[in-house]
């Protein structure tokens, strides 16, 4: 049973907008028990691209992490902090995922020296 818990998410920013942290958490944790392993975890950082200016300047980097793995990073931009979240959030999930199945498939096939050796 995986028991992640919301040390497991971590949300920076340094932008002055409100950051809709309920939703974060939510979807970060939602994600990491549904396929994440004990030892993973997520990062999401915001920040302003251009200043007091305005446009797309919100961008939002999530990354998820399991130790001993590259972390999976996606960064988006756009005018609002959930928008910048959702849409860099979707697309990491699912790279997430697929990096969780490759992975998992991998560990399950002996490497051909073992075979080899066990062969003789």
Known sequence: M?????DA???ESD???AIPRAHVTRRLLQALRRKGP???TARVTFS???GPKGGL???CVVQFAVAGRPPISVTSSAPTPRLAFDTSYD???HAFDRALERWEHAARRPKKYYAAKRLL
């Open 2 to 6: 995986n028991t992640i818990t919301n």
């Open 9 to 11: 998410v971590r949300i």
């Open 15 to 17: 932008i002055d907008r």
């Open 38 to 40: 004990r030892h993973a």
């Open 48 to 50: 302003d691209v251009n």
């Open 57 to 59: 300047d919100i961008r």
């Open 91 to 93: 697309t990491a999930r």
